[in-house]
């Protein structure tokens, strides 16, 4: 698992540290959160392989993260890990979305066989393409297509509308999207972000009547209907 990413939700320090250190000895690189709105941060700019979610969380509790996650289109696999042991909980998390459910205590052996359990499922069901409004990528044929009309893009712009894509109706900001188009650390000292988008609307946007890519001064770009 070399070079896998995850992020673990949870606001007890030991626990978290515990999480940590059992999944970085397994190669895992590791980000934590200990509040919901943190949490909520990093999955908005980073692609994770897996999300270690607690149920009561300061900010914003675990039940609405993964509400949010699936509302806008993040696929990653949740485990739920938590104390709480009713059926009824159990069952209102995986009908949320959440991928698999362990009680505390638990040994670190079994969560990582749930783990790797999850990531084999997920492979058979990751998404081969994505629908915002009338316009649809394919994402295994890196083709675009919007009224039944194809549209040709250059890698790099497909890099960008996939971006934006993946959380539709939410802010990406021109750093995250320096990062991860352009592998810059910062937009602030070039307008390579802004071109670009200039040029992608001109494919995806000025041949229709109806415009999906839409500014927000000073933050970045969003994808969705207006």
């Known amino acids: 698992m070399d070079g896998m990413q995850a992020l673990v939700v949870e606001d007890e320090a030991k626990a978290a540290t515990f999480l940590s250190n059992g999944l970085s000895e397994n190669g895992w690189a590791v980000d934590i959160a200990n509040d919901g709105k943190i949490a909520w941060g990093f999955l908005r700019e980073k692609r994770y392989d897996i999300v270690l979610l607690d149920v009561l969380l300061p900010g914003i509790d675990g039940w609405s993260i993964i509400r949010q996650m699936r509302a806008n289109g993040i696929p990653t696999p949740v485990i739920f890990l938590t104390a709480r042991d009713s059926l009824g909980e159990r069952i209102r998390g995986l009908d949320l979305g959440a991928d698999d459910y362990l009680v505390k205590p638990f040994a670190f052996s079994e969560l990582m066989a749930r783990i790797r359990t999850v990531l084999r499922r997920g492979r058979d069901t990751t998404p081969t393409s994505l629908r915002i409004a009338d316009l649809e990528l394919d994402l295994i044929r890196h083709r675009v297509v919007r009224r039944n009309q194809p549209i040709d893009l250059t ?49 995806i946007d000025y041949p229709f009547d109806k415009p999906l890519i839409h500014s927000v001064y000073g933050v970045g770009y969003v994808l969705g209907e207006r």
């Open 155 to 203: 890698p790099k712009e497909f890099a960008l509308l996939l971006l934006l894509a993946r959380t539709p109706n939410e802010v990406v900001g021109r750093r995250v999207i320096a990062k991860e188009v352009w592998n810059m650390e910062t937009a602030s000292d070039s307008n390579i972000v802004d071109v670009a988008v200039r040029r992608l609307r001109r494919k």
